[in-house]
């Protein structure tokens, strides 16, 4: 079983910044899938960043592309997203997700990849 507890969300002004941690307790971390997604009252969950198990393979939303970092340090089972210049669209629960199989065929960016969601933590950027 693995249990994902994201943390790091908070309030900041536009052009701020936010790191948000994802701690993952599974004993397959470091060849699990993670990723981020978001999602803002009365919208769709977004896809925002994802990261292979090896680190290799990074993947971002088009709408965070230049401003939003992922990455992993598989020594603490963590997987981290680094904010950068935040806009207030960027206002959304943001959650963490991990796939252990090595197998899921749909792409990074489709939540149906991902077995695992954290509960989420609060993101607001006011501008």
């Known amino acids: 079983q693995v249990h994902l507890v994201e943390s790091g969300g908070g309030l900041v002004q536009a052009g701020g910044s936010l790191r948000l941690s994802c701690a993952n307790s599974?004993?397959?971390?470091?060849?699990?899938?993670m990723g981020w997604f978001r999602q803002a009252p009365g919208k769709e969950r977004e896809f925002v960043a994802a990261?292979?198990?090896?680190?290799?393979?990074?993947v971002y939303g088009d709408s965070v592309k230049g401003r939003f970092t992922i990455s992993r340090d598989n020594a603490k089972n963590t997987v981290y997203l680094q904010m950068n210049s935040l806009k207030p669209e960027d206002t959304a629960v943001y959650f963490c997700?991990?796939?252990?199989?090595?197998?899921?065929?749909?792409?990074?960016?489709?939540?149906?990849?991902?077995?695992?969601w954290g509960q989420g933590t609060q993101v607001t950027v006011s501008s």
């Open positions: 997700a991990a796939n252990p199989n090595p197998y899921r065929t749909n792409a990074y960016t489709s939540p149906g990849r991902y077995d695992y």
């Open positions: 599974g004993r397959t971390f470091s060849s699990s899938d």
């Open positions: 990261t292979s198990g090896s680190g290799y393979s990074l």
